[in-house]
């Protein structure tokens, strides 16, 4: 016997089974890996699509926070708005009380109604007199403040001085006197109302 080691048989590929096997790897790699990509592919789509969505709604909350918060602010100003129209309105009614007399310088006294009432219903002039039977004459009126004279039923008189306190008229002073400088002073009345000083 041959001492010699036996050669296995091996027959060799042939050329064409080789490179059809690797063209079927090939093949089989490519159809993987575009697989692996399309899968990828719509992935990043649909993230794409998914941040985009994202984005709009974020921007339409930011926007309906802002419209809310306009509008809010919008509410309060009418709110102010109705306030001031409501003092303007208290105020305007307040203005149109009669409280200041306008200059008259000769005939009877045709001021407003809280002015006449107010010297006729003086304590001193409706001692033993009606209040419709003294006449008011010669009067003067600056501001808040009003002076004249008056007739007595019988022929007696004198001069008074009314002056206008928060809308309602009161006489402070009458007699045969005048107007005293103390009161032009107390009064804050033009001084030609006293050009002599009796008191």
Not at 2 to 23: H, M, R
Not at 151 to 166: D, E, V, Y
Request: proline letters at 5%.
């Amino acid at each position: 016997m041959d001492n010699q080691p036996v050669q296995p048989n091996l027959t060799p590929l042939s050329q064409p089974s080789f490179q059809s096997l690797q063209t079927n790897r090939k093949d089989t790699f490519r159809k993987v890996l575009a697989g692996i990509l399309a899968i990828i592919l719509i992935a990043c789509v649909g993230y794409c699509i998914y941040a985009w969505q994202h984005s709009k709604v974020t921007q339409l909350n930011a926007q309906v926070t802002t419209l809310t918060t306009q509008s809010s602010t919008q509410a309060n100003k009418i709110i102010n708005l109705n306030k001031q129209l409501s003092t303007a309105s208290q105020a305007l009614s307040q203005s149109r009380k009669p409280i200041a007399a306008t200059k008259s310088s000769t005939g009877p006294f045709n001021q407003t109604v809280a002015i006449t009432q107010a010297v006729k219903a003086y304590k001193d002039n409706v001692q033993g007199a009606s209040q419709a039977s003294v006449t008011i004459n010669g009067v003067t009126a600056s501001g808040n403040a009003a002076y004249g004279s008056i007739t007595l039923p019988g022929g007696g008189g004198g001069a008074w001085l009314a002056i206008n306190n928060s809308g309602s008229w009161t006489v402070v002073s009458q007699g045969q006197v005048g107007v005293c400088k103390s009161q032009v002073q107390q009064y804050n009345l033009p001084a030609i109302w006293a050009p002599t000083s009796f008191c």
